[in-house]
């Protein structure tokens, strides 16, 4: 390796100087601006130009211009949105009447598209024993709202007479029967006072065919003694008994 006075230099390259003692180099030169939108556009104003615009409601109230730069006159205009025009039509008002009926023990009561309540009272019931009724509740399709009883039971509701007797021997709290085939529409055992419920999505359809206006209701007693249970069912009707 050969001695560091000969590696080392005695003279700047070519075309490098050591600077001054003292120096301060000049500050770079600022760049640009960078112009706005809207700024530095080439294009001229015409003053009398006219566009082909459909009737409009603008006016000097509404109007809204604006200016690039300091020439005075506007190149952006928003205008409001047309008024809204109305177009001629028809209103149609369907209205669904259900009829007043009675059957068995229940009773409806009706009048337009509104709720009708079905009461029904069962023959003296031992602890354990059941009452099977057919209910004509005055609409193939309904909607249950509510139900309330003057004691313990519980209360199941089908769309056919081959569900309900299927579903007879089932204890309460237990899953269905397969062959069911998805005919139950309600099951509630109303247990603690006050003996009411609410339903908030339940409908029901009467499957026979021909299709008819019948509910299917088998009520259970669950109390500790024998009663004759009185039910109030309030129901919906969503179609036509017809």
């Known amino acids: 390796m050969p001695p560091l006075s000969q ?10 100087s050591p600077a001054p003692s003292g120096y301060i180099p000049a500050p770079p030169s600022p760049q640009a601006p960078v112009p706005l939108p809207g700024e530095g556009n080439s294009f001229t104003a015409n003053r009398f130009i006219r566009s082909p615009l ?34 001629g039509g028809s209103t149609v008002t369907n209205t669904t009447v259900v009829q007043s009926a009675q059957s068995g023990g229940s009773s409806v009561t009706s009048t337009g598209l509104q709720t009708v309540t079905l009461n029904y009272v069962s023959p003296l019931l031992n602890v354990g024993a059941a009452a099977v009724q057919s209910l004509n509740v005055a609409s193939k399709s309904y909607q249950l709202v509510s139900m309330t009883a003057n004691g313990p039971c519980e209360v199941r509701i089908y769309g056919t007479a081959i569900a309900q007797a299927a579903d007879f ?41 021909p299709q008819a206006s019948i509910a299917y209701l088998t009520v259970f007693n669950t109390g500790s003694g024998p009663q004759n249970l009185q039910i109030s069912f309030v129901v919906l009707p969503l179609e036509s008994a017809s």
């Open 54 to 87: 459909p009737p409009i409601n603008a006016g000097p109230d509404s109007l809204r211009q604006f200016d690039d730069g300091d020439t005075g006159i506007p190149r952006r205009r928003l205008l409001p949105l047309p008024a809204p025009t109305s177009s």
């Open 169 to 209: 021997s089932r204890a309460a709290y237990a899953p269905l029967a397969a062959e069911l085939n998805n005919n139950m529409v309600t099951d509630v055992v109303l247990d603690t006072a006050p003996y009411k419920w609410n339903w908030q999505n339940r409908c029901g359809a009467n499957q026979d065919s």
């Open 7 to 16: 590696t080392l230099r005695s003279s700047s390259p070519p075309g490098f």
